[in-house]
T-cell receptor
Framework: DQQVKQNSPSLSVQEGRISILNCDYT??????FLWYKKYPAEGPTFLIS?????DKNEDGRFTVFLNKSAKHLSLHIVPSQPGDSAVYFC???????????FGKGTRLHILP | DAGVIQSPRHEVTEMGQEVTLRCKPI?????LFWYRQTMMRGLELLIY????????DSGMPEDRFSAKMPNASFSTLKIQPSEPRDSAVYFC?????????????FGPGTRLLVL
């Protein structure tokens, strides 16, 4: 049973527009959420995170929104750039747990 | 810093053969994680170590899989005997402290194909 779900396997967005990647989770014990980005033939790299005490965290073009009541988070990329084309993994962990649970990933294509 | 180093980058083997994947974590990091990525299951944690000690191996699929960390700079993941369903990309990651809040740095992965 997937505790972290990314229901869109892929997403195409025009360069310069906003990219919105969605993630749902089922475990109410999760209190820390992360996004990782992965290019082909490379390992995932950390992008941005958010604690459950917040509902928004921003870092440059990247913003993560957390809706605890809906058990939903999203990653917004504005404006989208060609270098943003990659697979994005949503991940979560529970308090005092060392493990990160990853979703299956969403492949983002930025169109010229 | 060279980052997390994994070898080999690619491995093709036949069913029943032993496979050994290797990982060198970032110097000074004391937590090490082994993950497997497949299309069906995404990125799964197999096992992780803290200060060379296995902490949680609940993600290891079965007894055919084993992992060791003999010292702070080296870890192996062994599959014996290998099966076609083990085909996947295997990632090693390290972090500076135990805990999911610590940023994990991933290696480039080993792409394993079992025929």
């Amino acid at each position: 049973d997937q505790q972290v779900k990314q229901n869109s396997p892929s997403l195409s967005v025009q360069e310069g527009r906003i990219s919105i990647l969605n993630c749902d989770y089922t475990n109410s014990m999760f209190d820390y959420f992360l996004w990782y980005k992965k290019y082909p033939a490379e390992g995932p790299t950390f992008l941005i995170s958010i604690s459950s005490i917040k509902d928004k965290n921003e870092d440059g073009r990247f913003t993560v929104f957390l809706n605890k009541s809906a058990k939903h988070l999203s990653l917004h990329i504005v404006p989208s750039q060609p270098g943003d084309s990659a697979v994005y993994f949503c991940a979560a962990s529970a308090h005092r747990d060392d493990k990160i649970i990853f979703g299956k990933g969403t492949r983002l294509h930025i169109l010229p | 810093d060279a980052g997390v180093i994994q070898s080999p980058r690619h491995e093709v083997t036949e069913m029943g053969q032993e496979v050994t994947l290797r990982c060198k974590p970032i110097s000074g990091h004391n937590s090490l994680f082994w993950y497997r990525q497949t299309m069906m299951r995404g990125l799964e944690l197999l096992i992780y170590f803290n200060n060379n000690v296995p902490i949680d191996d609940s993600g290891m699929p079965e007894d055919r899989f084993s992992a060791k960390m003999p010292n702070a700079s080296f870890s192996t993941l062994k599959i014996q005997p290998s099966e076609p369903r083990d085909s996947a990309v295997y990632f090693c990651a390290s972090s500076s402290r135990q805990g999911a809040r610590e940023t994990q740095y991933f290696g480039p992965g080993t792409r394993l194909l079992v025929l």
